[in-house]
């Protein structure tokens, strides 16, 4: 009888660390036009510990800042350029673009974010 209880906790517990979500490798194409993202590409939604590819194409060279992350990529048209990242800080990160002559996209005037990350807990 006792032996029989373990192995039915042994498969509850199976059972349970299968159906727990695990981290994710996800992607998203974003595409950049005259500054903007078209409106159903502003919101990235990702779960913390996924793998997340941001992979921009741009029509004028701009740097790309996710902020939070501190993550800056310069981009050219005719191009896509990566952002690679794993989510481990939740919450909401905006991304802006900055212009090449600045030194950095640290240093360079705000505008408006061009999407947000939104990273939620697991």
């Not at 036009?33 to 913390?48: A, D, L, S, T």
């Not at 048209?77 to 905006?94: E, L, Q």
């Amino acid at each position: 009888m006792l032996r029989r209880l373990f192995y039915w906790l042994a498969v509850c517990a199976a059972s349970i660390a299968a159906t727990t979500a695990q981290p994710a490798a996800v992607t998203f194409d974003l595409r950049v036009e005259r500054g903007r993202v078209p409106e159903n590409m502003r919101r990235i939604r990702v779960e913390q510990g996924d793998v997340v590819t941001l992979r921009w194409s741009v029509d004028r060279a701009t740097i790309l800042h996710l902020h939070g992350y501190d993550i800056e990529k310069r981009a050219e048209p005719g191009t896509v350029t990566d952002m690679t990242f794993t989510a481990r800080a939740t919450g909401r990160f905006p991304v802006h673009m900055h212009d090449v002559g600045a030194e950095s996209a640290a240093g360079a005037r705000e505008q408006a974010p061009i999407a947000h990350v939104e990273v939620y807990p697991r």
